[in-house]
């Protein structure tokens, strides 16, 4: 429970997925409408822009401050992913569809992290960078749920 709330309070901090400056909300803009306009990508899960895998892209995006044509490259990718695999179907499991996405914007923009992911040689410290959290958010966050 606390550790949730110490979660949600940082990703508040960061913003929403649609806050943020002008220029980041324009990518996350655009993101959302290369979706649902995209003819591979209609019928997927990513067409509910309210699921919480488009969210946490949208995060992603705003986050790393992903330029419009990076985000082009991004949608690109993923209907490369989806056309190949069919892994972002419409009835697929919430998880694994969040999963895929998520490597495929690994895939995409954090090369070096992808493959440590590959061959199992992943930090966790590494992974928790690309969600912009630092190791003293992480010790944080370790000692209250010490607490719990």
Same mark, same amino acid.
């Given at each position: 429970?606390?550790?949730?709330?110490?979660?949600?309070?940082?990703?508040?901090?960061? %913003?929403?997925?649609? %806050?943020?400056?002008?220029?980041?909300?324009?990518?996350? +803009?655009?993101? +959302? @409408?290369?979706? /649902?306009?995209?003819?591979?990508? +209609?019928?997927?899960?990513?067409?509910?822009?309210?699921?919480?895998?488009?969210?946490?892209?949208?995060?992603?995006?705003?986050?790393?401050?992903?330029?419009? @044509?990076? &985000?082009?490259?991004?949608?690109?990718?993923?209907?490369?992913?989806?056309?190949?695999?069919?892994?972002?179907?419409?009835?697929?499991?919430? %998880?694994?569809?969040?999963?895929? =996405?998520?490597? &495929?914007?690994?895939?995409?923009?954090?090369?070096?992290? =992808?493959?440590?992911?590959?061959?199992?040689?992943?930090? %966790?410290?590494? /992974?928790?960078?690309?969600?912009?959290?630092?190791?003293?958010?992480?010790?944080?966050?370790?000692?209250?749920?010490?607490?719990?």
């Amino acid at each position: 429970m606390v550790f949730e709330s110490v979660v949600k309070n940082h990703l508040s901090k960061v %913003g929403e997925c649609s %806050g943020g400056r002008k220029s980041f909300f324009n990518s996350v +803009k655009h993101f +959302k @409408r290369l979706i /649902l306009n995209s003819p591979v990508l +209609k019928d997927t899960s990513l067409k509910n822009i309210s699921r919480n895998d488009v969210w946490t892209l949208c995060y992603l995006i705003q986050i790393h401050k992903r330029s419009l @044509r990076e &985000v082009e490259t991004l949608i690109r990718y993923l209907e490369i992913y989806h056309t190949l695999c069919e892994d972002l179907k419409e009835d697929t499991i919430f %998880g694994y569809s969040l999963l895929s =996405a998520f490597g &495929v914007y690994l895939y995409t923009f954090e090369p070096k992290i =992808a493959e440590k992911v590959l061959s199992k040689t992943l930090d %966790g410290d590494e /992974l928790l960078s690309v969600f912009n959290i630092s190791k003293s958010t992480n010790l944080i966050l370790n000692k209250m749920t010490t607490y719990i």
